[in-house]
């Protein structure tokens, strides 16, 4: 069952969905919630010419979080805006920190804005779940899809969350490598 914006507005209220800063009036559509652009993002470093590099996930001893430091960097995104070029690949990151207790008995789904998909824009390739239990910032898998250049800002509303109600409590919440990720 999806959450109407009565419901998320009350399981906020209830601290059954936990968002700082609270989201303000235009947040809220029929069925979701919209979050915004932090100011920081972490671009992946092109390799040097003639250096081929591959990464290799399903290898043993594979850490995310190593290859995330060795092949990205900072990127600031300020209100005057960050130019993400066609076919650029960013990762991004909510302003909003959400919080969703195992025993609320919801989970979530980021999407995209229609707004910004139609120009090109995907904040997320795969990974839209949020499991109950998540405690953190989302971090948003930003890429242009489209031919032209688009300025990205940060506090611009970037996507939206639509919360679901699961069946039943989880035996175990969200324990996951992203569970307390931060935006540093």
């Known amino acids: 069952m999806i959450l109407t914006d009565r419901e998320i507005q009350s399981a906020i209220q209830t601290q059954q969905i936990r ?5 303000d009036a235009a947040a ?10 932090a100011g920081k993002a972490r671009s992946w470093k092109a390799p040097i010419g003639g250096v081929q590099i591959a990464i290799d996930p399903g290898s043993d001893g594979f850490k995310f ?3 995330y430091q060795t092949y990205t960097t900072d990127v600031d995104v300020p209100t005057s805006g ?15 920190h959400v919080s969703l207790p195992s025993h609320s008995r919801l989970a979530a ?3 995209g804005k229609s707004s910004l998909a139609r ?12 499991h109950a239990g998540f405690d953190a910032p989302l971090q948003l898998e930003i890429v242009n899809h489209g031919a032209i250049p688009i300025r990205l800002r940060s506090g611009m509303r970037i996507c939206q969350l639509i919360f679901e109600q ?11 490598q992203f569970k307390t990720q931060s935006s540093g």
């Open 166 to 176: 699961t069946f039943g409590t989880p035996a175990k919440g969200y324990a996951g």
């Open 109 to 111: 789904r980021v999407e």
């Open 19 to 23: 968002i700082d800063p609270s989201p």
């Open 28 to 37: 809220y559509s029929s069925t979701s919630l919209d979050l915004t652009l």
């Open 65 to 67: 979080s190593e290859v």
């Open 119 to 130: 120009l090109g824009l995907g904040v997320h390739i795969t990974a839209p779940t949020i």
């Open 82 to 96: 960050y130019l993400l070029e066609p076919q650029a690949f960013l990762l991004g990151w909510t302003q909003e």
